[in-house]
C-alpha cells in the first residue's frame, strides 16, 4: 500500500477496501490518510529532535 499510495491513491485505497467508491467520496478518505501520514511523519521528525536533548 505504501509504494501504490503516492501514485495511485485511488486504485490503492479501492484495492484494500475492495469496492468501486464514487470520486467524491474516495477523494475525502485520501485527504485525510494523506493528512494522516503527513501528521505521523512530523511527529516521528518531532520525537528524534527529542532525542537529540
Sequence with gaps: MQEKFPKDPVKALEDVLGVDLPD???????????TKLTADKAA?????IKKLF
Design 44 to 48: 516521528g521528525a518531532v520525537d528524534a
Design 24 to 34: 467524491d467520496v474516495i477523494n475525502q478518505v485520501i485527504a485525510g490518510v494523506k
